[in-house]
Protein backbone atom coordinates (compact mmCIF):
# COMPACT_ATOMS: atom_id res chain seq x y z
CA UNK A 1 0.00 0.00 0.00
CA UNK A 2 1.38 3.33 -1.19
CA UNK A 3 2.05 5.73 1.45
CA UNK A 4 0.78 8.52 -0.35
CA UNK A 5 -1.38 10.93 1.62
CA UNK A 6 -4.12 12.43 -1.47
CA UNK A 7 -4.77 15.78 -0.13
CA UNK A 8 -7.92 17.71 -0.48
CA UNK A 9 -7.54 19.77 -3.35
CA UNK A 10 -6.78 16.28 -4.85
CA UNK A 11 -10.09 14.97 -3.75
CA UNK A 12 -11.96 18.25 -5.06
CA UNK A 13 -10.56 17.50 -8.71
CA UNK A 14 -11.26 14.23 -8.86
CA UNK A 15 -15.08 14.62 -7.77
CA UNK A 16 -14.99 17.03 -10.78
CA UNK A 17 -14.07 14.15 -13.13
CA UNK A 18 -16.95 11.96 -11.13
CA UNK A 19 -14.20 9.67 -9.94
CA UNK A 20 -13.06 8.09 -6.32
CA UNK A 21 -9.11 8.40 -5.54
CA UNK A 22 -8.08 6.19 -3.19
CA UNK A 23 -3.79 5.46 -2.09
CA UNK A 24 -2.26 2.68 -4.45
CA UNK A 25 -2.22 -0.71 -3.44
CA UNK A 26 0.93 -0.49 -5.39
CA UNK A 27 4.16 1.13 -3.23
CA UNK A 28 5.90 2.65 -6.41
CA UNK A 29 2.63 4.25 -7.42
CA UNK A 30 0.25 7.40 -5.30
CA UNK A 31 -3.15 7.10 -6.65
CA UNK A 32 -5.67 4.30 -7.77
CA UNK A 33 -8.79 6.08 -9.91
CA UNK A 34 -12.16 4.25 -9.95
CA UNK A 35 -15.15 4.96 -11.83
CA UNK A 36 -18.27 3.23 -10.88
CA UNK A 37 -15.86 1.04 -8.20
CA UNK A 38 -13.94 0.09 -11.25
CA UNK A 39 -10.35 0.80 -10.96
CA UNK A 40 -9.76 2.95 -14.80
CA UNK A 41 -6.18 4.13 -13.86
CA UNK A 42 -3.05 4.27 -11.25
CA UNK A 43 -1.26 7.44 -11.53
CA UNK A 44 1.59 9.43 -10.32
CA UNK A 45 4.80 7.72 -9.16
CA UNK A 46 5.56 7.94 -5.88
CA UNK A 47 9.19 8.38 -6.42
CA UNK A 48 8.84 11.96 -7.77
CA UNK A 49 6.87 15.34 -6.65
CA UNK A 50 3.73 16.37 -8.02
CA UNK A 51 1.83 19.68 -8.22
CA UNK A 52 0.54 20.22 -4.80
CA UNK A 53 3.04 18.51 -2.85
CA UNK A 54 5.45 21.16 -4.80
CA UNK A 55 3.35 23.96 -3.49
CA UNK A 56 3.51 22.93 0.36
CA UNK A 57 7.59 21.98 0.33
CA UNK A 58 8.98 24.52 -2.63
CA UNK A 59 6.84 26.93 -3.52
CA UNK A 60 4.30 27.89 -5.85
CA UNK A 61 6.86 29.04 -8.48
CA UNK A 62 8.87 26.16 -8.58
CA UNK A 63 5.73 24.36 -8.56
CA UNK A 64 4.33 25.76 -11.64
CA UNK A 65 7.63 25.10 -13.15
CA UNK A 66 7.52 21.46 -12.72
CA UNK A 67 3.58 21.57 -13.70
CA UNK A 68 4.79 23.02 -17.11
CA UNK A 69 7.42 20.24 -17.53
CA UNK A 70 4.94 17.65 -16.94
CA UNK A 71 2.95 18.90 -19.41
CA UNK A 72 5.18 19.47 -21.97
CA UNK A 73 6.52 15.42 -21.53
CA UNK A 74 2.88 14.35 -21.55
CA UNK A 75 1.36 16.18 -23.99
CA UNK A 76 0.51 13.69 -26.86
CA UNK A 77 -1.90 11.72 -23.85
CA UNK A 78 -2.43 13.94 -21.03
CA UNK A 79 -5.58 15.00 -23.79
CA UNK A 80 -6.86 11.43 -24.19
CA UNK A 81 -9.79 10.99 -21.96
CA UNK A 82 -9.57 8.23 -19.78
CA UNK A 83 -5.83 7.64 -20.20
CA UNK A 84 -3.99 7.55 -16.69
CA UNK A 85 -2.07 10.74 -18.02
CA UNK A 86 -5.24 12.47 -18.27
CA UNK A 87 -6.07 11.44 -15.04
CA UNK A 88 -2.65 12.55 -13.29
CA UNK A 89 -3.05 16.13 -15.40
CA UNK A 90 -6.79 16.61 -14.05
CA UNK A 91 -6.05 15.48 -10.44
CA UNK A 92 -2.19 15.77 -9.58
CA UNK A 93 -1.28 18.12 -11.94
CA UNK A 94 -4.15 21.13 -11.47
Do not use: C
Not at 1 to 30: E, F, R, T
Not at 56 to 63: C, E, I, L, N, P
Not at 65 to 72: D, I, S
Amino acid sequence: MSSYKILNAQKINSKKLGVVIKPSKNKSKKIDVFKNEKKVATIGDSSYGDYHTYIKTKGRDYATKRKTAYKARHAKTMNKVGSPSYYANKIIWS
